[in-house]
Nanobody, 124 residues
């Protein structure tokens, strides 16, 4: 079993930055690809960014490329999402997810564990 706990969400003005963190426990962290997703009411959960188990490969959704950066510290069992140049359209609940495999995937059904989510609100 894996437990994921997100933190770092909040309210920020457009153009600002936030860094989300996701602390993982319960499984060999470096064997797990990690992903960040987001969801707004009435819409499907959207892939934001993913990182391989080693951290050597990253992948981003089109809407965040060039603004968001995913990283991980396997010694601390933590994955991060640095969000810069935030836009009101980035407002959502952000979820951290882990899968039983080291390769990045974008489908929500391919992730095995999820955090509880953290709210990010970007004001215009």
């Amino acid at each position: 079993q894996v437990q994921l706990v997100e933190s770092g969400g909040g309210l920020v003005q457009a153009g600002g930055s936030l860094r989300l963190s996701c602390a993982a426990s319960g499984r060999t962290f470096s064997n797990s690809a990690m992903g960040w997703f987001r969801q707004v009411p009435g819409k499907e959960r959207e892939f934001v960014a993913g990182i391989s188990g080693s951290g050597g490969v990253t992948y981003y959704g089109d809407s965040v490329k060039g603004r968001f950066t995913i990283s991980r510290d396997n010694a601390k069992n933590t994955v991060y999402l640095q969000m810069n140049r935030l836009e009101p359209e980035d407002t959502a609940v952000y979820y951290c997810a882990a899968r039983q495999g080291a390769s990045i995937v974008v489908g929500t059904r391919l992730y095995d564990y999820w955090g509880q989510g953290t709210q990010v609100t970007v004001s215009s």
